[in-house]
């Protein structure tokens, strides 16, 4: 599914290559979601020609190092070339909470008695 997505996005990214758009299109084909915040964004104003990547990785698990790998190297292929990034990455997970409820019957008898 990934590698369907990277190959759908490929002239998208090539075609807009050192732009926000293309760096946010890249880290979404990899099946990650992304936060991009460039110097100027920021409050007090950063360090001109740098930028912020906040990612989300949606898996379950320990996330393999090549799949990081993988992630800093299209980063670093479609960024603009002047331009220097800091990385932030956070792991989404989910999952249930199971409560289990345990039943005990209890049988209530009526005891009639009658005077004789």
């Known amino acids: 599914m990934v590698k369907r997505a990277r190959i759908r996005q490929a002239y998208y990214i090539q075609r807009r ?9 890249v880290v979404e084909a990899l099946g990650a979601s992304v936060a991009i915040r460039e110097w100027w964004q920021s409050t ?11 990612i989300n990785i949606n898996m379950s698990g ?9 992630i800093l190297r299209e980063i670093e292929r479609t960024k603009p070339l002047r331009s220097h990034f800091t990385l932030t990455q956070g792991l989404q997970a989910t999952g249930d ?17 009658e005077a004789a």
């Open 17 to 25: 290559k050192g732009s926000v758009a293309s760096v946010r299109a």
């Open 97 to 113: 909470i199971g409560i289990k409820a345990v039943a005990r019957p209890v049988i209530s008898a009526r005891i009639s008695a």
């Open 44 to 54: 007090p104003k950063g360090t001109p020609h740098t930028f912020d990547v906040v």
């Open 62 to 70: 320990a996330v393999p190092a090549d799949y990081q790998a993988t």
